[in-house]
């Protein structure tokens, strides 16, 4: 088959083990999956609600998400057709990528960042410039030294996946000045309703403020309907027309588009949700401080830690013991649970770091 190429050089996505694999494999009968960043609390009992009543499973969606789209902006206070609806971040990162790149561009993101900035600048056959990560943070002066006239896009993932860190008002603004005003700058706050920081950007000010800068936000993390794929961007009403022409007629369904509108009428849900996050990540920095461990801060409902003894060999005693997690170059990334789930992964983490553990069993 005329396959494209540059498919060979990339993989399937991995999601990662199944509760019931791992239950399987190692004989277990509770899991806690703590590697997809999913809510621990579900989502807003409002949702079940508001999809009780639903049965028009005949019918099309409607393709510009209208009602949903109404009641976004009014939160957001921004005009309808700066909006743009996605399944997920995921088909929004694909759909900005297939209406920018081309073998004649380039695109500039971070490494260590969301993997998916860059399997769809691979798709693409686009040159992929990469800026390591400085103690785990964009490094925005050298990103904005490798973007030139045919940069395309910047990704900046904001918080970002899977470190956690953050770049602040100040720093985007100026990264801005020197961007030219033809290159899209992307802010993926798939954490957003996470973020407790006080310099954290504005993102309704800087879409007011620059044309070629483009917001995204999810209701799969914060709101907790991971599983019905629903997410949007905010920007310039210019480029979101140009985008529609790349969006699929039906691309959102109905049933995300009814949760999405109770999702987001329960502000209350959501700020119970990142209190309690802002704890466990407590219970976290607390843990790794005594023990000397390292670690980001974040701004997310996740945690990287590095570790010193092989992340295979720390996911797998995690695993064999009914706690997934997702090892990632030097360390491990963990979704914050609730406070129970916390304080049982890291009686079983504190083996395995701290006390060594798997030497102990090795030796008896
Ligand atoms: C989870 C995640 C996404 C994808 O979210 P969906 O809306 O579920 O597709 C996008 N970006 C980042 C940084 C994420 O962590």
Same mark, same amino acid.
């Given at each position: 088959m005329k396959v494209k190429k540059q498919l060979l050089s990339l993989n399937a996505y991995d999601p990662g083990k199944s509760i019931e694999e791992v239950k399987r494999e190692f004989g277990l009968t509770k899991i806690v999956n703590l590697a997809s960043n999913e809510n621990p609390f579900g989502c807003?009992?409002?949702?079940?609600?508001?999809?009780?009543?639903?049965?028009?499973?005949?019918?099309?969606p409607d393709g510009c998400a209208e009602l949903l789209r109404g009641k976004v902006a009014d939160h957001l206070g921004v005009q309808q057709n700066q909006l743009l609806f996605s399944?997920?971040?995921?088909?929004?990162?694909?759909m900005i990528s297939r209406s920018l790149l081309s073998p004649e561009t380039n695109v500039v993101m971070a490494s260590l960042t969301f993997p998916q900035f860059r399997h769809h600048a691979v798709i693409e056959n686009t040159e992929i410039r990469e800026v390591p990560l400085k103690e785990g943070?964009?490094?925005?002066?050298?990103?904005?030294?490798?973007?030139?006239?045919?940069?395309?896009?910047?990704?900046?993932?904001?918080?970002?996946?899977?470190?956690?860190?953050?770049?602040?008002?100040?720093?985007?603004?100026s990264f801005m000045k020197h961007i030219p005003k033809d290159? &899209? @700058?992307?802010?993926?706050?798939?954490?957003?309703? /996470?973020?407790?920081? $006080?310099? =954290?950007?504005?993102?309704?000010?800087?879409?007011?403020?620059?044309e070629n800068l483009l917001i995204l936000r999810t209701f799969s993390k914060g709101y907790g309907l991971a599983s019905l794929r629903i997410g949007y961007a905010?920007?310039?009403?210019?480029?979101?027309?140009?985008?529609?022409?790349?969006?699929?007629?039906?691309n959102t369904n109905?049933?995300?588009?009814?949760?999405?509108?109770?999702?987001?009428?329960d502000?209350?849900?959501?700020?119970?949700?990142? &209190? @309690?996050?802002?704890?466990?990540?407590?219970?976290? /920095?607390?843990?790794? $401080?005594? =023990?000397?461990?390292?670690?980001?801060?974040?701004?997310?409902n996740f945690i990287f830690i590095k570790t010193e003894k092989s992340q295979q060999e720390v996911f797998q005693y995690l695993l064999q013991r009914g706690y997934i997690v997702r090892p990632i170059r030097d360390g491990i990334r963990i979704t914050i649970g609730t406070e129970e789930e916390n304080e049982g992964h890291l009686s079983v983490l504190k083996q395995i770091l701290v006390e060594d553990a798997s030497q102990i069993r090795l030796l008896s």
């Amino acid at each position: 088959m005329k396959v494209k190429k540059q498919l060979l050089s990339l993989n399937a996505y991995d999601p990662g083990k199944s509760i019931e694999e791992v239950k399987r494999e190692f004989g277990l009968t509770k899991i806690v999956n703590l590697a997809s960043n999913e809510n621990p609390f579900g989502c807003s009992e409002k949702v079940s609600e508001a999809l009780r009543s639903f049965s028009h499973y005949s019918r099309y969606p409607d393709g510009c998400a209208e009602l949903l789209r109404g009641k976004v902006a009014d939160h957001l206070g921004v005009q309808q057709n700066q909006l743009l609806f996605s399944s997920g971040l995921d088909e929004m990162i694909q759909m900005i990528s297939r209406s920018l790149l081309s073998p004649e561009t380039n695109v500039v993101m971070a490494s260590l960042t969301f993997p998916q900035f860059r399997h769809h600048a691979v798709i693409e056959n686009t040159e992929i410039r990469e800026v390591p990560l400085k103690e785990g943070r964009h490094d925005l002066v050298g990103m904005q030294k490798v973007v030139d006239e045919q940069t395309s896009i910047v990704w900046i993932c904001n918080p970002n996946n899977p470190t956690g860190t953050y770049v602040s008002d100040t720093e985007i603004k100026s990264f801005m000045k020197h961007i030219p005003k033809d290159t &899209l @700058v992307v802010l993926d706050e798939a954490y957003y309703e /996470y973020v407790t920081a $006080n310099d =954290y950007p504005d993102a309704m000010e800087l879409i007011n403020k620059y044309e070629n800068l483009l917001i995204l936000r999810t209701f799969s993390k914060g709101y907790g309907l991971a599983s019905l794929r629903i997410g949007y961007a905010i920007g310039h009403e210019d480029l979101m027309s140009k985008l529609e022409v790349a969006r699929l007629p039906f691309n959102t369904n109905s049933i995300a588009q009814i949760a999405a509108q109770a999702a987001l009428a329960d502000d209350e849900f959501v700020k119970r949700c990142s &209190l @309690v996050n802002k704890n466990g990540l407590q219970q976290y /920095y607390t843990f790794c $401080n005594e =023990y000397n461990i390292d670690y980001y801060p974040s701004q997310g409902n996740f945690i990287f830690i590095k570790t010193e003894k092989s992340q295979q060999e720390v996911f797998q005693y995690l695993l064999q013991r009914g706690y997934i997690v997702r090892p990632i170059r030097d360390g491990i990334r963990i979704t914050i649970g609730t406070e129970e789930e916390n304080e049982g992964h890291l009686s079983v983490l504190k083996q395995i770091l701290v006390e060594d553990a798997s030497q102990i069993r090795l030796l008896s």
